[in-house]
């Protein structure tokens, strides 16, 4: 983008964004491994900034971290997107939604540096909902449900159906998911 433009465009964001930029000022320890996923890579407001005009995903993964009845009043100021959904009691620092429309996030934990692409569903299940660990990436349409453990270092791959617990640093794939090996 021609850098005039840009700097035009982000301009005019920061002045809707001053709420948000004062939440994230207070509580930045909570937002900067996240930011450092996104955009320019690196936690300074300016980041933010762009991160929050330009993804509405990363503004759903700022809405949690703030939480639900503080966010409730910055959201119509700049909406986050509508079909991301995260009912998760505890997400760790570093997680990146990659463009996710239509995704459902209902685990009982979500550990660090957590990955996932659109289309994906955490859900109920036989037993509870999941429990996802450590750097575990979810490709896109993926779907992880019942009460079981997913480990670190673990890859879901694309349109997968995970039933069972899958333990650390395996690939799985697959209706039901089964281990890759390489």
């Not at 509580?27 to 509405?56: G, H, Y």
């Not at 859900?123 to 009460?147: C, E, H, L, Q, Y």
């Amino acid at each position: 983008m021609n850098p005039i433009a840009q700097t035009i465009i982000l301009s005019a964001s920061t002045v809707r964004l001053i709420p948000h930029i004062i939440l994230y000022m207070t509580k930045r320890k909570a937002v900067d491994a996240d930011l450092t996923k996104v955009q320019d890579c690196k936690p300074t407001v300016m980041n933010f900034i762009k991160a929050m005009t330009r993804e509405r995903t990363f503004r759903n993964l700022f809405y949690y971290r703030m939480g639900e009845y503080l966010s409730v009043f910055v959201k119509w100021l700049c909406p986050p997107e509508r079909t991301l959904n995260i009912w998760c009691p505890s997400i760790g620092p570093g997680a990146h939604f990659e463009h996710n429309y239509a995704t459902y996030l209902n685990a009982e934990s979500i550990g660090k540096d957590f990955y996932c692409l659109h289309l994906v569903t955490l859900g109920n299940g036989k037993g509870g909902r999941p429990t996802i660990g450590d750097n575990v990436r979810i490709m896109t349409g993926a779907t992880v449900f019942g009460g079981i453990h997913i480990g670190n270092n673990v890859t879901i791959g694309a349109n997968s159906v995970v039933m069972h617990d899958v333990p650390d640093g395996w690939t799985v794939a697959g209706i039901p998911a089964k281990r890759i090996t390489h």
